[in-house]
């Protein structure tokens, strides 16, 4: 098959692009990725064209130790240390990617492999917390999501995007709660109509968090329901994923 | 900062300019951050991507020909192509290629656009919004999920509860007219 020609290449560099395509036409398509500009041009054309949906969302300060390491890794500050002339071969660089992703799949095994107390100095020393969230979609009765909710137990905090703004002309507020596993409801806080927030997450929440596994939106008087549980109706439920 | 000059400080950093490079970071790891996070769900693994792409950037500065692609373009490029690696290598690892509704591990949902340090045009943003809404949601929200979340053509079906060929053919259908919509 002649995966060049367009009619064939576009769908190709669309699956690529969104990661669906299998393990090895990936492995394949790596390649031709690498030798043929045609290739790239096209991978490129359906990059640019989703862009904008990953370049407009919130942005986030990676910590100072990436940049100190990127320069450690380059030699910034020390000897002069050139990227390769623009007239270097695509095939090699390709071989030295190659080699380079091997190296670095190779430290990525290594580093599963440090015994813990290597693993616990390396969280120290680079500041960092490693934290899955719990997910849940609130959509509404057509299947149309409202919010994200990624709920992070040991950070005692829910962070919430809104996907579809509510009626924006409500003069109420939208309350976010956990449903205990014996279903008594504690709130999360008041979800935002527009953009992203986080949410603390007070003890009460916590607690219904470590037995319940569904959340719940109500429509409340601006500032929540006056009362320890909704007092407007419960319009929305979704479960939190891999509870 | 304008596009055309993110375009020249990488242009800039692949004539061995540390300066120009250092401000090309500053420009577009934020963004990149944030993406990676959603697709990694982990942020030292997000942070280690961010910097490997930094050093693959730099050490491959010279192949960059702003006539091809913008700079954001190729350093999402590359950035993306090594978080799907480790997704996909993660996933082989742990499930061996068997994935179901339980398995889903991924946040799914459209981000709401914000303003980044460096947005792209708001033409450009409206644009997107209004093509994805054109292809109906069940293609756009396909899309979404696996261009902004990683999530595979099985995670997707699962989620949705739709056979897997259903959510390829969405994809598939659905890109084209997307491209048709933005080029349009």
Known sequence: ?????????????????????????????????????DVRAAVYDIEQTLLPSIWNLAPVEPSELVWRRIARDLGFGKSQQRPPSRSVAWPVLAGALA???????????????????????????????TVEPEVAVISDEDGNALWVALVYEDLQRV????????????????????????????????????????????????????????????????????????????????PLLLR | MAKDDIDELLLRASNGDEVAFRSFYRQTAPALLAFLLRMLRDRHEA??????????????????DPAIASAKTWITTIARRRALDILRRHKRQSLAHSVDADDIRLILGNDAADASPEPLSKATTDRLEFCL?????????????????????????????????????WIQRGLRSLKKCMEG
């Open chain 1, 1 to 37: 098959m002649n995966y060049r020609r367009q009619e064939i290449l576009e769908p190709l560099a669309g699956r690529y692009v969104l990661g669906t395509m299998s393990w090895r036409a990936r492995r394949r398509f790596d390649e031709l990725f690498a030798e043929h500009a």
């Open chain 2, 133 to 169: 809404g054109e292809i109906g949601p069940d293609a756009a929200n396909s899309i979404r999920y696996a261009y902004i979340y990683g999530l595979t053509n099985v995670e997707i079906a699962a989620y949705l509860d739709r056979a897997v060929g259903t959510v390829k053919s």
């Open chain 2, 47 to 64: 942070e280690d991507v961010l910097q490997e792409s930094m050093v693959v950037a730099w050490n491959r500065a010279g192949e960059y």
């Open chain 1, 99 to 129: 080699v380079a992703i091997v190296a670095v799949s190779l430290g990525w095994w290594r580093e599963l492999q440090r015994p813990p107390e290597t693993v616990v100095e390396t969280v120290v020393q680079t500041e960092t917390v």
């Open chain 1, 159 to 238: 962070d919430i995007d809104v996907t579809t703004a509510p009626d924006a002309t409500a003069v109420n507020d939208y309350e976010l709660w956990i449903l205990a596993g014996d279903g008594t409801p504690a709130s999360m806080g008041i979800l935002p109509q527009t953009g992203q927030a986080s949410l603390n997450l007070s003890p009460v929440a916590l607690a219904a968090l470590s037995t319940g596994n569904t959340l719940a939106v109500s429509l409340e008087p601006p500032g929540g329901s006056p009362q320890p549980a909704p007092s407007g109706p419960v319009l929305y439920t979704a």
